[in-house]
């Protein structure tokens, strides 16, 4: 497969803005996980920052520095994933639905509201015409963005393309998914699988991507995917995981690390530890929801996370899941995230150079 | 990669009838589906509306479900296994499904909204669980047994038929062997207030490509085809209703919610898609128009069409004049529609046309016409954030 991340961009609950390597990630203590918002004022215009609401800022804040590390002025298509979609702005304006008896309403949040709204103001911003798409498939948004991006690229090897996933957490999106008994508190989200009693804590993250089919200067290639809807056994899953190592050529023992996409909750995890058991006893085992918390598009943050460090070989501190060191460089890397045990899905990445 | 796509199977239920034959019926008798609200309490009640006319109540019993699911899921469902019922393929074939919609649960959700605000005791939190889009698709998907690939779309009103273009091409890339794709959209007052805040809901029933038009009425419904690959259809010995000769999907790049004034974007993607199908504009023998009523749209649109075609214009309609902007339904309903129109070798009125748009060279069609040779259609769906999608049909 000839695609290759020439550009990342992400705004996470860690640090690593700029795509700097960062060795000590930052925990949480009430299970609720929010993005550190840089200071966008000095790549994007002020007034433009103003009227976003933040699923808008972060998704174009990531967008604009995947842009800028590819060297891209302007993309060929701009694919969007978002599980939730503008929850605040869809709050915003049922709230005032309600508050004024469906009489006198401002129409800028239902505006905002749409989906699409993301990649649409990435377009507006860049007056890029091209291809636009907006996938909302719950935990396989993201996912479904990739593989549209991929199959672009198949059908015009020469284009560029800009692809992330991005989902905000409202104060009443948080109170919703809490009362679901989804989320559970957490005095420490780093350490939230070294903890005995733990359940899932909520997350939120912007990650976009720059791919094309030349491998100069890359961050990583991206060399299979595949995702799996309501998976009926690990087998499946392991069926699918051998289907895309032999496409790839690569071997399961040459997997030097795995991201796991569990989640705390033992509901949720427990084909991910079946399929986890059948990897090489070779391969390195890391988590990262610890990092970023869960959402739909938490796989994106995961792609983002595992690109800085195939390109720039660090490894931060919380997310292995022993304390082995690892022999080799990293060249390899899987990602197997899954989402309230419905939507799993497999990612394998090689280093470039 | 696979060369072409075929078109097997359709469902569709809106304002105009649940099934193919109504839908014919009713653009044949010029009967539309347009009236005034009744499916929920609003102080917007005097607005006209394209519902189906059916509750949720009704609409489970005739699917025989319990009463707990969210409309567009039971439109959803209803038009999916319409398509699917005469679908007689072996198991062995990678099917996915693929489904637009704008407000997913909404419905529901705005309830529960409703009941949070106002600490009602008797909220129950599990209601939101079906709020997002992807959970519509998911009930359609397990409701048909569908497991390969599960997407949805939302890009506002284009929804529907960029998910028929992105199945399209999982079929083309040889990623699944069948997929039915299109959409759905229930009314909900999420959406009726959010166009009355917007100031395009007409007061009376809309009149897309006239000159006193006034805005566009919302509708509500679901469109699905079935489409195959060509190794489906030769094994199977399945006919083709016709094929999916091109597409394309571009961004107005202009504004959130208005479209530019020369129609940027819509002028590129039926440029795009014809270029895709290989066909001259001349080839084109009717247009789907998005036509909602609303004076920005189909100045835009009509301009856009008018610079692309030239002086050759093909007979063009606005089916929304029947059943109202369904939205993210819309695109799958009216692709049916152009099936149907190649099929049929029909094209349908627009209603209420009166007088020709200043800025116009042409007049939409007016009169229900059959026994025409119909070997191309082109339908158009824009939407919000400069979303602009045209997809061409044409004959085996």
């Given amino acids: 497969m000839k695609a290759y991340i020439k550009g990342i961009g992400s705004i996470s609950p860690q640090p690593g803005f700029g795509n700097e390597p960062f060795h000590a990630p930052v925990t949480y203590s009430e299970g609720v996980l929010r993005c550190i918002e840089p200071d966008y004022s000095t790549w994007i215009d002020q007034r433009a920052i103003r009227r976003m609401s933040k699923i808008i800022r972060i998704g174009v804040a990531a967008a604009t520095l995947a842009l800028k590390e590819a060297g891209i002025e302007k993309p060929d298509a701009i694919i969007t994933g978002t599980g939730f979609g503008c929850v605040e702005d869809t709050g915003t304006f049922l709230d005032k639905l309600i508050e004024n008896n469906e009489e006198a309403l401002n129409p800028t949040p239902f505006i905002q509201s749409t989906h699409n709204t993301i990649g649409s103001q990435i377009a507006l911003l860049l007056q890029c015409v091209g291809y636009n798409q907006t996938y909302s498939q719950r935990g396989l948004s993201f996912e479904c963005a990739l593989q549209d991006a991929l199959m672009m690229l198949v059908e015009n090897p020469e284009n560029n393309i800009l692809f992330g996933g991005v989902d905000e957490i409202s104060d009443v999106s948080a109170d919703f998914l809490k009362k679901l008994d989804l989320f559970s508190d957490c005095a420490d989200s780093l350490g939230l699988f070294s903890q005995k009693q733990h359940g899932m804590i909520h997350g939120e993250g912007s990650a976009f991507f720059v791919i094309n089919s030349s491998p100069s200067n890359a961050w990583a290639q991206i060399a299979g995917m595949a995702s799996i809807y309501k998976p009926q056994s690990a087998s499946e899953i392991v069926q699918q995981l051998n289907d895309l190592l032999n496409k790839a050529s690569v071997s399961v023992e040459d997997v030097n690390l795995v991201f796991l996409g569990k989640c705390g909750d033992d509901r949720y995890d427990y084909l991910i530890h079946e399929v986890s058991n059948s990897l090489s006893h070779r391969t390195r085992k890391a988590v990262f929801k610890n990092l970023c918390g869960e959402y739909s598009n938490a796989s994106s943050f995961a792609l983002w996370l595992a690109a800085m460090m195939l390109k720039k070989g660090f490894v931060p501190d919380g997310i292995l899941t022993e304390e082995k060191n690892i022999a080799k460089p990293i060249k390899v890397i899987l990602i197997y995230n899954q989402y309230l045990n419905q939507h799993h899905s497999l990612l394998l990445l090689k280093a470039c150079g | 990669m696979e060369s072409k796509v075929n078109v097997i199977?359709?469902?569709?239920?809106?304002?105009?009838?649940?099934?193919?034959?109504?839908?014919?019926?009713?653009?044949?008798?010029?009967?539309?589906?347009?009236?005034?609200?009744?499916?929920?309490?609003?102080?917007?009640?005097?607005?006209?509306?394209?519902?189906?006319?059916?509750?949720?109540?009704?609409?489970?019993?005739?699917?025989?479900?319990?009463?707990?699911?969210?409309?567009?899921?039971?439109?959803?469902?209803?038009?999916?296994?319409?398509?699917?019922?005469?679908?007689?393929?072996?198991?062995?074939?990678?099917?996915?499904?693929?489904?637009?919609?704008?407000?997913?649960?909404?419905?529901?959700?705005?309830?529960?909204?409703?009941?949070?605000?106002?600490?009602?005791?008797?909220?129950?939190?599990?209601?939101?669980?079906?709020?997002?889009?992807?959970?519509?698709?998911?009930?359609?998907?397990?409701?048909?047994?569908i497991r390969n690939t599960v997407a949805t779309i939302n890009t506002a009103c284009s929804s529907s038929v960029n998910s028929i273009i992105y199945a399209s091409r999982l079929i083309k890339h040889g990623l699944l062997d069948v997929a039915i794709a299109g959409g759905v959209d229930a009314l909900t007052k999420f959406t009726l207030n959010g166009f009355n805040s917007l100031m395009i809901l007409d007061k009376q029933p809309c009149r897309p490509f006239d000159e006193t038009r006034n805005g566009l009425n919302l509708g509500e419904g679901a469109g699905f085809l079935i489409l195959v690959s060509e190794k489906v259809l030769k094994e199977e010995s399945l006919n083709p209703l016709c094929q999916i000769a091109g597409y394309a999907n571009t961004n107005d790049a202009f504004h959130q919610t208005a479209s530019s004034p020369d129609g940027r974007g819509s002028y590129l993607s039926m440029e795009q898609a014809l270029k895709i199908s290989r066909l001259a504009t001349s080839e084109i023998d009717y247009i789907n128009l998005h036509g909602t009523g609303t004076r920005n749209n189909d100045s835009s649109e009509g301009i856009a069409v008018q610079r692309l075609f030239k002086d050759t214009i093909p007979p063009s309609s606005s089916t929304k004049s029947f059943t109202g902007h369904t939205l993210g339904a819309s695109g799958g309903m009216e692709a049916v529609f152009s099936v149907l129109s190649i099929m049929q070798g029909c094209v349908f009125p627009n209603l209420r046309f009166t007088s020709r748009m200043t800025e116009l060279k042409f007049d939409p069609v007016v009169e229900f016409k059959r026994g025409l040779n119909i070997n191309h259609v082109m339908s158009n769906s824009f939407g919000f954030g400069g979303s602009c999608s045209s997809i061409i049909f044409s004959k085996t």
């Fill in chain 2, 9 to 145: 199977g359709m469902g569709v239920i809106s304002a105009i009838g649940n099934s193919v034959d109504q839908s014919i019926t009713s653009f044949e008798s010029h009967t539309s589906g347009i009236s005034p609200l009744t499916l929920f309490d609003t102080v917007h009640r005097y607005l006209p509306v394209g519902e189906v006319r059916y509750s949720n109540a009704q609409l489970s019993d005739m699917l025989g479900m319990e009463k707990k699911f969210n409309r567009s899921t039971l439109l959803g469902i209803y038009a999916a296994r319409q398509a699917w019922r005469e679908l007689n393929i072996s198991k062995k074939w990678r099917t996915g499904i693929v489904s637009g919609t704008t407000v997913g649960g909404m419905d529901i959700t705005e309830d529960l909204f409703r009941k949070y605000k106002t600490q009602d005791p008797t909220i129950d939190y599990h209601d939101i669980r079906d709020h997002e889009c992807g959970s519509v698709t998911e009930r359609i998907a397990d409701d048909l047994g």
